[in-house]
């Protein structure tokens, strides 16, 4: 059983509002290709292949079926994952440490302008009797969520709508971001009500892209052609799956799985992380995630922190240098391959406007948004794994 894995290589498509000259199949392709050009490997010493895929975004049924040709992956294992691109990273993981496979493709993609109705899609993520009959909004549990995170926390609104202004500012650094434009409290606030208290700029806008990650044990990683991004550790969870016995105003799935991830890591505390990608689907997401993952002692010293500048890139603790959702776009199931992609970077020192001062250590944190509670933690590291 290998014990060390790291990523060994990354494609990636540049986000955009919609790419109506462009099928997923190019841009997997094109992900792909850059991917393996990055990993310096050929696509037959690849021995497995996971994409992350929502059936109804898709439009289409047993939607690994249409990945295969796009990746190289020709009379080859291929692994359908509905869920986020980060347990995807964890699923090639457990592949290569069972010792089934030595090299592992990890892929997922959005086509977000192709749905034209979202909402639709995702009423029928609620129950069929008690609650899609309500006819809201799904949004509005976010926006329930939030009234009980920030009466339970005593943070305020506007210092969730900072976060949309600190993470719009680091996008304008990326090249692969889709919504790098300049806010401010007030056109934040300004905004309308998209089901209070979340205001329009509050929420990310979908984005189309692509993301390839290539995973592999640790004698090739030994032999990778760009120094290799190590995984200190994984987790995944899934909080309440109703609506009327989940635990509001807390991220129990983050928590969860941060915490399997910090063991495996052998990290007593966030303290010792460097810098984090964490979801920021709704602007109070990012703050209620980082209290998940244990980073602050009190949840109100997030609210402090993000007022202080403490998230900043040049602050103390590092939170979504990307741009995060808000300011890259929300890509479906590829949203946490983007927050890899920022880690692979950093760690690389190839972050370029954005390159960090430290980071040897990075979290990436991902949700699958509302109804759902599920969520992903994967840090990486630019040592492998102590002991």
Known sequence: MSEQVAIIGIGVVPL?????????????????????????????????FVTCAEDFNE????????????????????????????????????????????IVVVEAHSKASNILTPDWLLDYALDPIYTRPLGFTPHALAAMDMQAFTHQTGITP?????????????????????????????????????????????????????VVVVVANETTASKAAKRPAWILGTGFANDSPTIESRRWGHAEYARLAAQSAFRQAGIKT??????????????????????????????IEAGRAIESGATRRDGRTP???????????LPLEAHGLYRIVELVLQLRGQAGERQLSRAKIGVAQSWRGVPTTSGAVVILGAEPPRG
């Open 158 to 210: 506007s210092q969730c709508a900072e976060v949309v202004i600190k993470n719009r500012l680091n996008a304008r650094d990326n090249p692969l971001a889709a919504y790098a434009v300049e806010s401010n409290r007030t056109s934040v606030e300004a905004s309308p009500y998209f089901s209070f208290p979340l205001h329009e700029e509050e929420l990310a806008r979908a984005a189309d892209g692509c």
């Open 16 to 48: 955009q509002p919609t790419t109506p000259r462009y099928s997923f199949k190019e841009m997997v392709f094109e992900a792909a290709q850059k991917a393996y050009a990055d990993a310096g490997i050929s696509f037959d010493e690849i021995d497995s």
């Open 59 to 102: 439009g289409i049924s047993i939607f690994d079926e249409y990945t295969p040709d796009q990746l190289g992956c020709r009379q080859k294992p291929m692994h359908t994952l509905t869920q986020d691109g980060l347990h995807g990273i964890a699923d090639a993981l457990m592949q290569i440490r069972a010792g089934v496979a030595e």
């Open 319 to 329: 939170v979504n240098v990307s741009g995060g959702a808000l300011g890259m776009g």
């Open 270 to 299: 966030a303290h010792e992380i460097d810098f984090f990608e964490v979801d920021d689907t709704y602007a109070y997401k990012e703050l209620q995630h980082l209290i998940a993952l244990g980073l602050y002692a009190e949840p």
